[in-house]
């Protein structure tokens, strides 16, 4: 009697050991459920109820491979029912914004397209927003700045000073010009000057081409000037000023889209590193941060973006 009351003990102690882990189990399989649907950076095309796209591009544009899958991902989501981008920058690489501005008409053969401008969408950025099918400002948004420019470094006096003297042995005069470590002859300029001028006829076509106009009738366009939100539509470079609400009731009143969709957030999806980067990123993701964040609260410094080749981009020039 004494063996069977400690056997049915034992099997009572097992069974709440069993009971124990089986609720264990089912609630890290919930859980590692929701992180897989959480941790998809792509909201989008986690949900299956229709919405609105917003792809955001800000800072410098390059020729983002991300950015272009993105773009293409949601083309392809058929639960996207319209697309908002969401400009804010002041350009970058002419080829970046002619290959987001390549892949953004392919969007529109899918789906509507709306750009909503924020402080600055000069330049390439401009070249960006040239693709959607309306263009909405702030009437502050500082916009335009159409043309292309190609800078180098002469650094030939500084090279001088410290006695450093720089040898080469090159295929053609015309190789590798303009050099920093020589001083620009004619000839070099001329054919470089050519190669911004035949990019600059590239926009400016562009503008003409998209937006319906004569540039030459707008003042300061070829010149490269910039433009407020306000000047940009007297002179028809963008449509109207408006923010995402009034891009909303636009897409709903001009392309159908029905009324009460919500806009949600695409972004580009991020390689993980291994175990610990899925992890990390999925608990920042819980946590309602993004794994970039997270970089920087561990003190992640990102490196100094350099820009090669043809540059569409926008600064204040100083003094």
């Not at 948004?141 to 043309?147: A, E, K, L, M």
């Not at 006096?157 to 590798?176: F, H, R």
Request: glycine share 10%.
């Amino acid at each position: 009697m004494v063996l069977d009351a400690e056997s049915v003990i034992e099997r009572r102690r097992l069974k709440r050991r069993v009971t124990i882990w089986r609720i264990a189990a089912v609630v890290l399989g919930l859980l590692f459920l929701g992180v897989i649907m959480l941790s998809d950076r792509q909201v989008g095309s986690a949900g299956i109820l229709p919405h609105v796209a917003r792809i955001s591009v800000a800072g410098i544009i390059t020729d983002d491979r991300k950015l272009l899958e993105l773009i293409d991902r949601v083309g392809n989501a058929d639960q996207v029912k319209a697309v908002i981008l969401d400009i804010n920058s002041p350009g970058g690489t002419t080829t970046g914004g002619e290959a987001v501005y390549d892949a953004i008409r392919r969007l529109t053969e899918k789906k509507p397209v709306v750009a909503t401008c924020g402080t600055l969408a000069t330049s390439a950025a401009y070249i960006v927003a040239l693709a959607t099918d309306r263009i909405f400002v702030y009437g502050n948004t500082i916009t335009g700045s159409v043309g292309v420019i190609f800078q180098w470094a002469n650094v030939t006096e500084l090279l001088k000073t410290i006695g450093i003297e720089v040898d080469q042995v090159k295929s053609g005069p015309l190789k590798a010009v303009p050099n920093p470590f020589e001083p620009t002859d004619e000839r070099a300029r001329a054919v470089t000057k050519d190669m911004v001028e035949d990019a600059k006829v590239w926009f400016v076509d562009l503008v003409e081409k998209r937006r319906k106009i004569q540039p030459s009738a707008i003042p300061g366009l070829t010149e490269g000037r910039i433009y407020s939100g306000r000047q940009a539509v007297d002179y028809k470079l963008v449509d109207q000023i408006g923010d995402e609400r009034t891009a909303l009731s636009w897409l709903t009143e001009e392309r159908g889209l029905p009324a009460g969709l919500k806009v949600l957030q695409w972004t580009p999806k991020e390689e993980s590193d291994g175990f610990f980067g899925w992890l990390v990123d999925s608990g920042a993701t819980i946590l309602g941060l993004s794994g970039n964040r997270i970089a920087a609260l561990l003190g992640e410094v990102s490196s100094t973006l350099e820009l090669d080749g043809l540059v569409s981009v926008w600064h204040p020039a100083s003094n």
